[in-house]
């Protein structure tokens, strides 16, 4: 299934080794299509609120059993 997410105002953690950041992540069609500040929400995008939590796109894997 396809899905589209912005994900708000979580701390960015990359993998790449720099420094975590403060930033929002917008996944269209399951697909990570945008890291950046203050994104606005397209169309009806579900909006998660991650305040206070670490964001890690493609590094972490959360996938468990």
């Known amino acids: 299934m396809k899905f589209n997410i912005l ?6 953690v990359d993998g790449t080794g720099a420094a975590p950041r403060a ?12 890291v950046g500040s203050n994104l606005e929400r397209q169309g009806r995008e579900r909006v998660v609120d991650a305040t206070g939590c670490s964001v890690t796109p493609g590094f972490i894997e959360t996938h468990n059993h």
């Open 7 to 12: 994900i708000k105002g979580g701390l960015i």
């Open 23 to 34: 930033a929002d992540v917008r996944v269209s069609d399951g697909k990570i299509t945008e």
